[in-house]
């Protein structure tokens, strides 16, 4: 008689709100970006899963108004609006593969750590005078990022999940050269797992045709 299937998804596939505390430009100033997260998993044993995931976040960075403004030009070439500090209407999105660690000994509960990198890419647009004058600063590079969750369990093919992750991107813009930003990235969403067929066993064939 064969052991029975190992019970955990094949595939997970998350959705959800995203919320980072970012540092996008350098700038000293910490900015508090929204958007979304999502992944997909294959689950390759009972302990790891591949995972491809993509996040995006939209919002309003800091910059220091003076005569170094970089990532954004010099005053006078560029001269924001306000003063000492001038918004910068930010983007950024990256997408990133690697491994997640999925602690599979609760009935509710599954913890996990994930280690993953690929690419990020930021848009800042500032406004300048005169009204309606803007300049915009595009940059894209390397990203690294690694954290931890955990997924409650609502039935066999739903949960709840919430996860922290470090983000680290590394950009280059001209004003600044390459440059690396510490940024934490906080998610909360639903995982759609899929669901293992169980195989028919000879006593399942026996029992029926009694």
């Known amino acids: 008689m064969k052991p029975p299937a190992p019970k955990y998804p094949l595939t997970e596939l998350f959705l959800g709100y995203s919320l980072a505390q970012a540092g996008f430009f350098n700038a000293g100033h910490w900015a508090q970006l929204s958007g979304w997260n999502a992944s997909f998993s294959v689950n390759m044993a009972k302990w790891l899963g ?52 999925p602690y599979r000994k609760y009935a509710r ?29 595009v940059s894209s590079g390397l990203a690294l990022l690694g954290g931890a969750g955990a997924d409650y369990k609502v039935n066999d093919r739903f949960a709840v999940r919430i996860k922290a992750d470090y983000l680290q991107s590394r950009t280059s813009f001209a004003a600044i050269g390459k440059a690396k930003q510490d940024n934490l990235r906080v998610s909360v969403g639903l995982v759609l797992r899929s669901i293992r067929k169980k195989k028919r066993t000879l006593e399942d064939e026996t029992g029926l045709e009694q």
């Open 50 to 101: 591949l995972v491809i995931d993509g996040s995006q976040f939209f919002g309003t960075s800091k910059i220091t108004t003076g005569a170094a403004q970089a990532p954004f030009p010099d005053c006078p070439t560029f001269c924001p609006l306000t003063s000492p500090t001038f918004n910068v209407d930010t983007r950024e999105y990256n997408i990133v593969f690697g491994a997640q660690f």
């Open 109 to 137: 509960w599954t913890p996990f750590g994930e280690v993953l990198f690929g690419h990020d890419g930021v848009r800042g647009i500032a406004r300048a005078q005169p009204p309606g004058g803007y300049t915009a600063e």
